[in-house]
């Protein structure tokens, strides 16, 4: 890739940096990234500084990304769980839970506590992890956990805690997820949110509703909190990709995403499309699923020139996000695949509001400055 030296030097001393970056206008951006003005909608946001990762609260949410570069990774501590945790142990009535895999024992542990004073704590996983230690204690408890047992994954990594809040991402509640692997993981406090999810959750835990089982049913697919509209879908049930395909089509100035997995020929080819239009495109994809895919679009999206590399993160770089005209974040558990489109249980948010924006493109920066 073609970085100018400015860019190396200032990316060179973000990356030997413990400290978080709030991110500025200032900020050293990848090639054709031109930091947008942003317009406050509410009050200024707050900085959540993490040991081992990087974090910002809002009127109505928390949003945090890992940080597989700090000292205290190896240690698993300092991450996006402890906030999770603390969450957690703030419940008073209700935690509903669905995650593909679960090692990490401070939510093993908050999980635990809440179960023992009285919270009902409800689990759906995906079955092939659910003979794993940590599940299994939460079982020997009493916690009643759910199985996809579906040939396709229950891959969904939400939190629902007393129908108000919502903690959702890429973010797997394992060891790697929280401290060797790039990922997101949002907080938001919302009781129509919180609808959206639980009434996903009951699909899978109540009704034993997983994959192409479950038909749409979200009860507020569009959310506006304090100004920033929010659109919400569910995989297979919303059929994602088509809404997906719109946005990507409607971008006017630049596309920036970090993708785990990117096999999906309808949006590889909406996403060329915009390129040839003259829409700045750049993106980091995971390199072991890069070199591992059939089909990946990576080949073809440097056939067309485009800036698209391979991460740089011994761990996996699992990140779900596509940011449009840095103003629009898509993130989730949908990785760009037909498997999440027809076969996985998986969410997706789309997030209209350019100071999150802006947290989503200094991860991207980080990735991005580590890539090759």
Not at 250 to 263: D, L, P, R, V
């Amino acid at each position: 890739m073609k970085k100018t030296l400015t860019y190396m030097l200032a990316l060179l001393i973000l990356l030997t940096s413990c400290e978080s970056i709030t991110p500025t206008a200032t900020t050293t951006p990848p090639p054709g990234l031109t930091p947008a003005p942003v317009t406050p909608t509410s009050a200024p946001l707050e900085e959540l500084p993490l040991p081992a990762g990087y974090g910002v609260r809002g009127a109505w949410f928390e949003l945090y990304f890992t940080n597989p570069l700090s000292p205290l990774a190896s240690q698993k501590t300092g991450g996006p769980d402890g906030p999770l945790a603390d969450a957690i142990d703030a419940a008073r009535l209700t935690v509903d839970v669905a995650i593909y895999s679960l090692s990490l024992n401070s939510i093993r542990d908050a999980l635990l506590r809440a179960h023992n004073r009285g919270v009902q704590v409800r689990m759906v996983m995906e079955s092939d992890n659910m003979d794993r230690a940590d599940p299994q204690k939460l079982k020997d408890a009493g916690i009643e956990i759910i199985g996809d047992r579906r040939e396709g994954l229950m891959h969904d990594k939400f939190i629902v805690i007393d129908n108000s809040e919502v903690w959702m991402g890429s973010m797997n509640f394992t060891d790697s997820g929280g401290y060797t692997d790039n990922n997101n993981l949002m907080r938001i406090q919302s009781v129509k949110m919180a609808e959206n999810y639980t009434k996903e959750f009951e699909e899978m835990f109540t009704d034993d509703k997983f994959g192409p089982d479950v038909v749409a049913e979200t009860p507020n697919p569009r959310v506006t909190i304090d100004g920033t509209p929010i659109d919400i879908y569910f995989s297979p049930d919303d059929h994602v990709q088509a809404s997906f395909l719109e946005l990507i089509d409607n971008a006017q100035e630049s596309i920036y995403f970090m993708a785990f997995s990117f096999t999906a020929d309808p949006l590889g080819e909406a996403v060329r499309a915009r390129a040839e239009a003259g829409v700045t495109v750049a993106g980091v994809m995971e390199t072991e699923q890069v070199k591992s895919n059939i089909g990946t679009e990576f080949d073809p999206f440097k056939q067309a020139g485009l800036d698209v590399a391979m991460d740089g993160n011994p761990g996996q770089m699992h990140h779900k996000v596509m940011i449009i005209d840095q103003s629009i974040v898509i993130f989730g558990s949908y990785n760009f695949t037909n498997s999440a489109e027809v076969k996985n249980d998986e969410n997706l948010l789309v997030i209209y509001n350019a100071e999150i924006a802006e947290w989503f493109i200094a991860e991207f920066q980080r990735v991005y400055a580590q890539a090759h």
